[in-house]
């Protein structure tokens, strides 16, 4: 996925667009990168940080820097934020999304032009030079941008920057949150609304799907009004967000908690059937701690996660390193484990090969059973905006391949859609499958009805594709 944060203040930026952007490391897992702008011009820095932490990184190239304009980026595929010199003049570009039709793009805009594209180490073009072109094709930023989130199959939330002030738009449909913060001294545009809490800043507004604000020390000024049609990712509280991110007013922990009261109130187990509810960390705790208040079963913590040094475990780019990292960080506690009858709850399950693994290890920890209840329905699709996995096919997903093998190979819309609904006989075939695949005692998915009225916000507003297909 990957986030950003900017500033423009009447003071040196440099400490603010630092600390902001680190507060986005959850978010991106590759490279990272910051602009300032000031009486030297524009100064960039960009590190890879698959090794090693965004300040680790970052913390000498600050002390060289100053200004009072600045941006930052944490990417979970693109070096940027870039400089771009065009018609335009010279700015700085940061873009967060997913861009599902690079080709045609390429081949509809810019097969009769001279326009070159760099490619990345793998080959691919980066996206966000892909977007800086699509802007340099029309008369002004403004109309540019705007032909940039209508011409993208995906989404795109972008920040912009030259000496004007820090252009802030977010993606079309509002996908991805872009929130302004204010104080004395200025004001800021970050994805993550805590990330400028903790600088002094308070909320000031949170920009609506499609729109565009100027931001500069002194104000900032709308330039083109949000749309009415929102579709934000349902994820960003599910899993991606963290803990105490708000996100159209709606917390991402109180959701979570919400989620598992909620998976309580349903499920057929009870107090005389388990003994333990425990969330698989981190983001699998607040829905634990939900579940085992309304359910009344004890909630503790029967392994931990080492933090200091291993990273999330999505982090390397090579599946099995994913997995072997996912099973390291857990270290059990025996005491917890041994002869006992454990409800584990996760924020979903995508491929299933971490939770099958982390299954294992607490029955071979002494566990005598082990019911899980995802936090999320099944995955059935995946993701085309914002890349929250990195499956490149929908055969990546178990819930996919154990309906493939169920219905002999490809099945149409209309199966699909049955193997959604958790009343109909196929859905629960499909659990009882990959129940049985994955060693567990029991599963139970969480809901969506359940899942949505746990975010607050109406299903029309929320974007539920990777659940059930309907963009």
């Not at 872009?178 to 609304?193: D, T, W």
């Not at 349902?234 to 803990?243: I, S």
């Amino acid at each position: 996925m990957g986030g950003f944060f900017s500033a423009a203040l009447k003071e040196d930026c440099v400490f603010d667009v630092f600390y902001g952007t680190d507060y986005h490391s959850h978010l991106g897992t590759r490279r990272a990168g910051i602009v300032i702008y000031g009486n030297k011009g524009y100064e960039r820095a960009i590190h890879n940080i698959e090794n090693s932490p965004f300040r680790t990184k970052f913390t000498g190239d600050i002390l060289d820097m100053t200004g009072y304009m600045g941006l930052g980026c944490i990417s979970d595929y693109d070096p940027q934020p870039l400089i771009v010199r065009s018609h335009h003049g010279t700015y700085s570009l940061a873009a967060i999304g997913k861009i599902n039709n690079v080709d045609e793009i390429i081949e509809e805009v810019f097969s009769n032009s001279k326009t070159h594209f760099f490619e990345l180490s793998g080959g691919d073009i980066n996206k966000t030079e892909l977007v800086a072109a699509i802007i340099n094709q029309k008369d002004n930023l403004i109309e540019g941008i705007r032909f940039a989130q209508d011409l993208i199959d995906g989404s795109m939330s972008i920040l912009l920057m030259n000496e004007k002030g820090i252009y802030a738009a977010r993606d079309k449909f509002g996908r991805t949150p872009v929130i302004l913060g204010r104080k004395e001294e200025g004001y800021c545009a970050s994805l993550e609304s805590f990330a400028f809490e903790k600088l002094g800043y308070t909320w000031y507004k949170e920009l609506g799907p499609g729109e565009i604000d100027i931001i500069t020390p002194d104000g900032v000024k709308v330039l083109a009004q949000p749309g009415d049609k929102m579709r934000i990712c349902t994820f960003l509280w599910t899993y991606y967000g963290y803990p105490p991110s708000v996100y159209q007013g709606k917390s991402v922990e109180k959701m979570r908690y919400d989620c598992g009261k909620y998976m309580a109130q349903r499920d057929d187990l009870t107090k005389e059937d388990i003994d333990i509810v425990a969330g698989v960390p981190d983001s699998g705790i607040a829905h634990a701690i939900g579940y085992a208040n309304e359910s009344h079963v004890p909630y503790a913590r029967p392994f931990i996660k080492y933090t200091p040094t291993w990273p999330r475990s999505f982090m390397p780019t090579h599946q099995s390193k994913r997995n072997l990292i996912a099973k390291m960080k857990l270290i059990p506690v025996r005491e917890l484990i041994q002869n006992q009858r454990l409800l584990l709850i996760d924020d979903s399950i995508v491929r299933g090969t971490q939770l099958r693994e982390t299954t294992e290890f607490l029955y071979e920890s002494g566990a005598m059973e082990v019911h899980v209840r995802p936090a999320c329905p099944p995955i059935m699709f995946g993701c085309k905006y914002i890349s929250f996995s990195r499956s490149t096919s929908d055969m990546e997903l178990i819930a996919r391949r154990i309906i493939a093998s169920e219905e002999g190979g490809d099945v149409d819309r209309t199966i699909l859609d049955d193997y959604c609904d958790p009343e109909s006989d196929r859905y629960h075939k499909l659990l009882e499958r990959m129940r049985k695949q994955m060693n567990f005692s029991s599963l139970a998915f969480n809901r969506m009805d359940d899942m949505v009225k746990a975010t607050g916000l109406p299903e029309d507003q929320l974007c539920t594709y990777c659940w059930n297909g309907r963009e």
